[in-house]
């Protein structure tokens, strides 16, 4: 009970409702659309668990970011959305490994609950883009190949998280915004899966909390960036 009274404390109630409401409607889209799939329940409690500590610049986020990777994979397998299972598993769990680790090397102020937040220039900001380009030039190919269904939105995918992986292990208050554009890309590739199978309503529904979630992070992290130059 210390430990859960712990917790309550660390997050304000804004922040408790995000996630309650969160879970909530998680849960019910689950009942209404889907009721056998348990791991895509699974995997969206993770996420939206991770994300509410990634907005506090918590490492644990990226630790949940890893098992929830895992999960995502093996659910768009299901789908033959190949890009997404490749990107996760093969680019998204690997660098929220990466991530993780340099959380905890860069607590702020020795507070290793809070992230310390880097700014990065414009020259490697360029660099990014250039390197998002040449990741996403292939992987079209590479997912024609594999006949990925709806090709054009899964390789839009593959550039927006490289962005969004890339900005979070950087350790950019953009990394939120990033996933948000790329949650945007997700809802429009499960809708136009729910299409064929209502039970993927449920992973579209997911995915429109994810990007609430992600667009608070955002906001967060620039209250904290301006917070930590203050104090800095």
């Known amino acids: 009970m210390k430990k859960i009274g712990r917790w309550m404390s660390y997050f304000t109630k804004g922040e408790i409702m995000l996630y309650l409401s969160s879970v909530a409607l998680i849960v019910l889209s689950f009942c209404l659309f889907d009721r056998t799939n348990w791991l895509t329940l699974a995997a969206s409690l993770v996420g939206a668990t991770s994300l509410i500590f990634c907005a506090k610049g918590n490492p644990t986020g990226q630790a949940l970011m890893i098992v929830f990777s895992l999960l995502y994979g093996i659910i768009s397998f299901t789908f033959a959305y190949y890009g997404e299972m490749i990107t996760y598993l093969g680019m998204t769990m690997p660098m929220a490994v990466f991530a993780l680790v340099s959380w905890l090397r860069n607590p702020y102020k020795g507070n ?121």
């Open 112 to 232: 290793k609950a809070q992230v310390r937040i880097n700014r990065i220039s414009k020259t490697e900001t360029a660099l990014m883009f250039v390197a998002a380009a040449a990741v996403t030039v292939p992987f079209y190919f590479i997912l024609a190949a594999f006949n990925t269904a709806n090709l054009v939105p899964s390789t839009i995918s593959v550039t927006t998280s490289f962005i969004a992986v890339y900005l979070t292990f950087r350790r950019s208050e953009f990394y939120g915004l990033a996933y948000a554009v790329n949650d945007m890309v997700l809802i429009v590739l499960w809708i136009m899966a729910a299409a064929e199978n209502i039970g993927y309503l449920s992973v579209v529904v997911c995915f429109v909390m994810f990007f609430v979630n992600d667009m608070y992070g955002f906001a967060n992290w620039m209250r904290m960036k301006k917070r930590q130059a203050a104090e800095g």
